[in-house]
């Protein structure tokens, strides 16, 4: 066993440093302390303060150690080994997965894009939301002159909606400017003409409600998400019930862009958008599926809903879903600490993870890194867990901790870089929730917004996306391109309101074609006879009434666009179509 030097020292304590943040005003933003580096200079904390204090007592406990073949941690409780613990044991327990990983019984049966996006808002979620809205169309109906956009919706038309969000995301089109998308000159794509009006999708889009509006502001007092509360928490549970995770999760935070009004809206510097709404999500490492979500809310109102903002607390609410079931969870510095991992290994979970250097738990050796040389590991060891201090390039120091790993071992494919197999582990499985975060930027449905219940709606549809298309490929057994199963979607969401469009009666030609080919629907024969109606091949404009009508389809034509045949013709243009 090699030496260590150990000395006490005055570094915060976990608590100190994970302190719930105190409610903002409406427009400012809370600054968040999450920092997902790997990598921590020497300089990062002040761990070398009073190392010269009570040096007679640490030379009598270093003897003590030495004497029992262990050293103290700056804790002066946690004893750490320099020799792992016996490898030729069985397996631990909480390294016995349990659960094959895969959709769940419920979802055996979505074989087709749209039931499987269902899965996670179904009919009845579809249906509150057509309720909540028309209650506050209702209210903007009678205080408005100009009625025309302001009526109820159906839930047809909030699919339709939905389905051409995700077109929109499909064609990059998100933050474009809606009169650019909805122009006839040519330039637009003719789908977003087909489903609705610009006005209508406009209308819909600021005025859909999640929440009954009537009681809001009783809710409101005693919870901040109160607007998007039902909404959010039974996605979640659903994401939950579909599918069964792999053996390796990720935590970690997502940030949905956005610069409004909220009290609880986040400032992350190393984050693209730096301000937005966080979102602590839990993914599985492999496929990337969105297990657990918690929607980052400030400090909550004396209520059933107050909850604790630390670290700690976040990842073992995040985790209770998976708890006994012998999975991973890798995590960075910000939520990795040595009370963490002791509650989730009690529950037979593992946890990797980088973990910062202010840890009273850790060696103060861990941290000395001046006199080391560049790719060299040191490793020191408990019963159950391990800590490696890796030097990737001068003056830096990567520690990561790990109740999963308990050997010393060096991956051999890093070459002359000789990293620890438990690092090369954490840079397998550390990147679920960010390549979820990335898949939601590539097809990305936001709209800009000033509501922040919009931003969480938002998020939904982009997880529901990516959930329900994994779940797809378990399904039929075949890989898909994300594009092209959100087109899918969009077709299968949108068809019952293009067939409900195509019957309005005096739509002009173009755009009844375009809603007749988007949709794939055969003209219906018109079985109505009027003494006048409009020509079917006339603008509106022209008022071009007519009281004649096609002979075999009964369209009605105006002169212009009659063609006229004597009997003999006739018959033998019918005599030729039999042939």
């Not at 602590?280 to 809310?297: H, L, Q, V």
């Not at 630390?310 to 879903?321: E, Q």
Request: proline share 4%; glycine share 4%.
């Amino acid at each position: 066993m090699g030496r260590f030097s150990f000395d006490s020292d005055d570094e915060l304590s976990e608590e100190e440093n994970l302190s719930d943040l105190d409610i903002m005003s409406d427009g400012e933003s809370e600054h968040s302390e999450h920092n997902s580096e790997t990598e921590q200079s020497a300089a990062d904390s002040d761990d070398d303060s009073d190392t010269d204090t009570d040096t007679n007592n640490n030379k009598s406990v270093k003897n003590k150690a030495v004497n029992t073949k262990y050293v103290l941690g700056k804790d002066k409780s946690t004893r750490w080994f320099s020799d792992p613990p016996n490898p030729k044991v069985r397996t631990q327990k909480h390294n016995i997965v349990t659960g094959l990983p895969g959709p769940t019984k419920l979802t055996k049966n979505s074989k087709t894009p749209k039931d499987c996006w269902n899965l996670f808002l179904p009919a009845e979620t579809i249906e509150q939301i057509v309720a909540h809205t028309n209650i506050f169309l209702e209210k903007l109906r009678s205080s408005k002159k100009n009625k025309t956009d302001i009526q109820p919706t159906s839930c047809v038309e909030i699919n339709a909606m939905i389905g051409l969000l995700y077109m929109l995301g499909v064609h990059k089109d998100s933050r474009v400017n809606l009169k650019e998308l909805w122009a006839t000159d040519g330039t637009a794509p003719d789908c977003y003409r087909a489903l609705m009006s610009i006005s209508r999708f406009c209308t819909l889009l600021s005025v859909l409600k999640f929440d009954d509006i009537n009681d809001r502001e009783e809710r409101k007092k005693v919870d901040n998400l109160a607007p998007i509360r039902e909404f959010s928490d039974s996605f979640i549970e659903r994401c939950q019930q579909n599918y069964t995770p792999g053996e390796y999760l990720t935590i970690d935070e997502m940030l949905q862009a956005f610069r409004g009004r909220c009290k609880f809206r986040q400032y992350i510097a190393n984050k693209p958008a730096r301000y937005g709404i966080k979102i602590y999500s839990m993914a599985d490492s492999k496929r990337f599926y969105t297990y657990n979500m918690e929607i980052y809310c400030g400090k909550q109102l004396p209520g059933p809903h107050v909850k604790s903002n630390s670290a700690i607390d976040v990842v073992k609410r995040l985790t209770a879903p998976i708890l006994n079931t012998g999975r991973n969870i890798t995590c960075d510095n910000y939520f990795t600490s040595v009370p963490l991992a002791n509650y989730l290994l009690k529950n037979k979970t593992t946890i990797v993870g980088t973990i910062r250097r202010n840890k009273r738990e850790l060696l103060r050796e861990l941290l000395e890194i001046k006199n080391r040389s560049i790719c060299s590991s040191k490793f020191v060891f408990t019963d159950n867990s391990m800590v490696v201090s890796y030097i990737p390039k001068k003056s830096k120091n990567v520690l990561m901790y790990s109740t999963m790993h308990n050997s010393a071992s060096i991956d051999n494919s890093t070459g002359e870089k000789m990293k620890p197999e438990i690092i090369t582990f954490y840079n397998k499985t550390k990147a679920g929730v960010d390549v979820v975060d990335q898949l939601q930027g590539d097809y990305n449905v936001a709209r800009d917004t000033r509501r922040w219940p919009m931003v969480v709606f938002y998020a939904i549809l982009n997880i529901a996306g990516i959930n329900s298309r994994i779940i797809y490929e378990e399904n039929v057994g075949k890989k898909i391109v994300r594009r092209e199963f959100l087109r899918q979607l969009f077709f299968q969401l949108v068809q019952p309101q293009l067939v409900l469009r195509s019957k309005l009666p005096n739509l002009k030609l173009e755009l009844r074609s375009a809603i007749l080919k988007i949709g794939n629907i055969k003209p219906e024969k018109q079985t109505h006879v009027s003494s006048r109606r409009l020509c079917c091949y006339c603008p509106r404009r022209a008022n071009s009434y007519t009281t004649k009508s096609c002979s075999s389809c009964n369209t009605p034509l105006c002169n212009q666009h009659t063609v006229r045949y004597c009997t003999d013709c006739d018959l033998n243009l019918i005599s030729k179509d039999d042939l």
